[in-house]
RNA sequence: GUUCCCUUAGUUAAAUGGAUAUAACAGGAGCCUCCUAAGCCCCAGUUGUGGGUUCGAUUCCCGCAGGGAACGCCA
């Protein structure tokens, strides 16, 4: 389905050939003065230098060929040469009419690929903080906008699962529990299936081993030898990192399906160690990497460059691999598996230089093919009130249940003095569901509406506050509308029976061009992989609709197809509601 | 030190090179016998600085100031 833009720009351009003119200056915009019209030319002023012509004699000759139409009702020229424009009512009706008949609301989908979502995962054996939340909400919403717009996305948390960190926590539990089977060398039976320690105890454990193994050489080199035994397949090793990765996944899953977040593969660094060597070998069979200062680099400069683009390092001097060597092996063994055209990576934006280092010696190395697309997303930090790193009150690190929780249980608090206020009985256990829903929705709306480069101030107090820009008030205004459609209901009226008609005042149209923008606002979103621009859609889409609802008294309209047409586009708005928070990895409760 | 990014109302954020820079919050004034007042409505208040390109610049280019970040054996 075409673009309502376009369309309307169809109607302009030919008026400009018609009237001498090129019909490429007769691209139309939306308004910026919604006070004098709903759209505007500015192709006068362009062209008027090539053909010497004042701008506003071009847009007067324009206008009058445009006097007949089945699209504008009014066309003017003013200076200094805007053409300035409205649409007939019966054009926007016909519009959304086809819209609400289309898939997806008549969004054409561009050509399909196949792509696969790096989240730049967390650590094993860390509990998930406050950090972690911009990825995973970011990545989520990315996934879910890709595959709307008709890709094959394949998400994978990409877990820290592999380095001196499991050194570190075996070496405790060594020193905790020197008894356990795992580090009896010479025990070849089967190991326990349960894990010696639980999710608390290993949180507990890493940072512990991580505190004492920079105060204490001897502990730092037991871990590094734990990290050694453990990558080459000591039996005890093994079934210990595995009881770990085990009970580690289970409480990631938990948190994760809090958040509505999801990941179709759990892989990690882990999974990539054994094709490292033969990366290696293919880096320096081909001529790449060189030893420098005793590391395997890779040279990634180019003439183009104004900054200083280092080497991309595939092995430390001691031998050892690290982050860029399990990413690029992680890549090679993705091209292989899978076969995707682009690979996306989510990870904090101070990661920029880095990945701009790994793409091009995937390139330079052939890991990839000439025409992967390899992006790079880097986001901004969620800072707290004060614009630094978002702390707790004591100061430390914010765990992302404790977080939710908070957020929750503030929105317990409103959803029950909502209720006295208002006077009606609650079920506690369904406003405990509804502030779970209201809650997530607050959090990720707070996110996603931001551009996802910035940094971001996370502001609780304004988050819960729920007034103005934020995901509530769309839920809100969802809740509304399923509100009338339920009422219709009751009334006797069918809801499969009805027809959108055209607008009889002012803020009906507004709801109404609102709504045909959505297509083109969805191709945006999509090609720029831009959450922020379908929050801003949402938010002006609500902004409509509360206007329109605040004038238009629907369910005591007696006038049974006028009321109709009003429900029909009420049903329109809350699909497009509904399908754009869904796209941002939220819903909406039946009331709040 | 080098390079990259950022700077818009008191605050937090918007604006393919277009008219009078857009919202929200905070501040001030109104609207519930009426479909959820988590709403609607009115008022007041902004492009760091100096140049340039352009008919027109928040947007593009150059300088300056202020802030942030990255710069081979961390991830």
Request: include cysteine; charge should be negative.
């Amino acid at each position: 389905m075409q673009k309502i833009l376009d369309l309307i720009s169809e109607e302009m351009k030919k008026a400009f050939a018609e009237a001498g003119y090129d019909a490429e200056l007769g691209r139309v915009t939306l308004s910026n003065r919604p006070d004098l019209c709903e759209y505007q030319c500015n192709g006068a002023m362009a062209g008027a230098k090539k053909y010497h012509k004042a701008p506003l004699m071009i847009a007067q000759e324009v206008a009058e060929k445009l006097q007949e139409n089945a699209v504008l009702s009014e066309v003017c020229a003013v200076a200094p040469g805007f053409l300035n424009m409205k649409v007939k009512e019966s054009f926007v009706r016909d519009y959304l009419r086809e819209m609400s008949g289309a898939e997806k609301f008549g969004f054409q989908a561009p050509e399909s690929k196949k792509m696969i979502i790096d989240y730049g995962g967390p650590n094993v054996a860390k509990p998930l903080h406050v950090g972690h939340l911009r990825s995973g909400i970011i990545g989520e919403s990315i996934k879910r906008i890709c595959r709307y717009a008709g890709h094959e996305v394949i998400g994978d948390i990409h877990l820290g699962d592999w380095g001196l960190q499991m050194g570190l926590i075996i070496t405790e539990l060594q020193k905790r529990q020197p008894d356990l089977i795992y580090f009896d060398g010479s025990y070849e039976g089967e190991y326990p299936k349960d894990a010696p320690f639980t999710i608390s105890e290993l949180e507990e454990i890493y940072p512990t081993a991580s505190a004492k193994s920079k105060e204490d050489e001897a502990y730092k080199a037991d871990a590094m030898e734990a990290t050694y035994k453990l990558q080459s397949g000591v039996r005890g090793y093994r079934a210990l990192w595995d009881h770990i990765i085990a009970v580690s996944v289970a409480d990631l899953k938990k948190n994760y399906a809090n958040l509505n977040v999801e990941f179709d593969l759990w892989k990690g660094e882990s999974d990539v160690h054994d094709i490292i060597p033969g990366m290696v070998e293919a880096m320096k069979k081909g001529g790449y990497a060189y030893e420098s200062d005793g590391a395997l680099v890779v040279d990634v400069k180019e003439e183009t460059d104004t900054k200083e683009v280092p080497p991309c390092m595939i092995l430390k001097s001691d031998g050892a691999s690290l982050y860029n060597t399990t990413d690029l092996a992680t890549i090679m063994d993705r091209m292989e598996n899978f076969h995707p055209d682009k690979l996306i990576y989510l990870t904090d934006k101070r990661q920029d230089l880095y990945f701009e280092q790994v793409f091009r010696c995937a390139k330079k190395t052939k890991l990839v093919n000439e025409d992967t697309e390899l992006v790079h997303i880097g986001f901004g930090t969620m800072n707290g009130k004060d614009g630094k790193p978002f702390k707790t009150r004591e100061g430390g690190v914010m765990r992302l249940e404790n977080l939710i929780r908070e957020i929750n249980e503030e929105m317990i608090r409103k959803i029950r003095e909502n209720a006295e206020t208002k006077g009606y009985e609650i079920d506690m256990e369904q406003a405990g569901e509804t502030a779970k829903i209201v809650g997530l929705a607050a959090i990720k709306y707070g996110d996603l509406s931001n551009q996802a480069s910035k940094d971001y101030i996370f502001d609780m107090d304004r988050f819960t506050s729920f007034e103005g820009d934020t995901g509530p008030y769309i839920l809100y205004t969802i809740v509304r509308i399923k509100s009338i459609l339920a009422k219709y209901e009751e009334q006797g009226g069918d809801l499969t029976d009805m027809v959108i008609d055209e607008a009889v005042n002012g803020s009906e149209k507004s709801l109404m061009l609102e709504l045909a923008k959505y297509n083109a606002m969805m191709e945006t979103a999509c090609e720029e992989i831009a959450p922020h621009k379908i929050c801003a859609y949402i938010y002006d889409l609500a902004n409509a609709f509360n206007h329109f609802y605040h004038e238009t008294k629907i369910l005591t309209e007696e006038n049974g197809q006028k009321k109709a047409g009003w429900i029909a586009l009420l049903a329109l708005t809350k699909e497009v509601l509904e399908t754009c928070i869904d796209l941002l990895g939220f819903s909406a409760p039946e009331r709040m």
